[in-house]
């Protein structure tokens, strides 16, 4: 199966370290996070790989250049203009990721966790649209789970937003709160479905407007240690952990 990692984004949170690299280079226990990431994937039996590029672009490529892609074969996906978030970046790089499988896993470069891949791998549903990540873990925004663990909903319960196909009448205490972890497989047929959409959308309002068809599902992931490096805390406590042995 492809995989896609997302290296595109800014890393505003990991600045000073960002003013002058991409976020997808910053070391993780001396090791930059985007070849943590796809060396994690490769083992686990996933390629090609696709990266997308924005924020200091040459040096992810001249990286992956001089380490010879990490023993994988690599496309890279340019976003030139300006990082097109999630919906965008995936649709973006649709000529890239087109497979005889149909299915491709996406993955966010600053997410480093203790996943066994292959076991995810084998809870995906072929036939659903995508399958998700998901953790327990406390949060403010989670996603909206039926008992079916089908997608019906998201909420932000530190403000009290709601959203969902089902509004007015959807009351999201009625279904299972979980948090994504920015790890997903996704269907193809995606592409044709996002074909209206702006050139720069969240993944999350995508899945959210298909949720109704019953295809976007989610698989809880339990007890599985996962750490988003998003501040400089983050970052020093992904250290430790990799040299540890929690994280992979």
């Known amino acids: 199966m492809k995989a896609l990692v997302f290296a595109a984004g800014l890393g505003t949170r990991l600045r000073p370290l960002t003013d002058t690299m991409p976020k997808a280079l ?5 090791v930059p996070m985007l070849e943590r990431v796809v060396c994690k994937l490769r083992d686990a039996g996933l390629g090609p790989f696709v990266v997308n590029v924005h924020h200091f672009a040459e040096q992810i490529e001249d990286y992956l250049a001089a380490h010879g892609c990490f023993g994988a074969q690599v496309a890279v ?3 030139s203009a300006e990082p097109l978030e999630t919906g965008g970046g995936i649709r973006h790089a649709a000529p890239l990721l087109a497979s005889p499988e149909g299915r491709f896993l996406v993955h966010n470069v600053d997410i480093l966790s203790d996943l066994d891949v292959r ?5 995906d549903d072929p036939a659903s649209l995508a399958t998700l990540l998901l953790i327990d873990a406390p949060a403010d ?11 019906v909903g998201w909420t932000n319960v530190r403000t009290g937003e709601v959203k969902s196909p089902y509004l007015p009448d959807f009351d999201p205490s009625k279904y299972r709160r979980y948090s994504f972890c920015g790890i997903h497989i996704v269907s193809d047929a995606v592409f044709d479905k996002m074909a209206a959409w702006p050139d720069k959308f969240s993944i999350i309002d995508f899945y959210l407007s298909e949720c ?3 295809t976007v599902r989610g698989v809880l ?3 599985l240690h996962l750490i988003d490096i998003g501040s400089p805390a983050k970052l020093e406590e992904a250290g430790r952990e990799v040299l540890a042995g929690r994280l992979g």
């Open 212 to 214: 109704a068809a019953g």
């Open 26 to 30: 910053v070391p993780v226990a001396g």
């Open 77 to 79: 996906s340019r976003e």
């Open 119 to 123: 076991w995810f791998l084998r809870q």
């Open 141 to 151: 925004r989670y996603l909206l789970f039926d008992d079916d663990m089908r997608l």
């Open 221 to 223: 992931a339990p007890d």
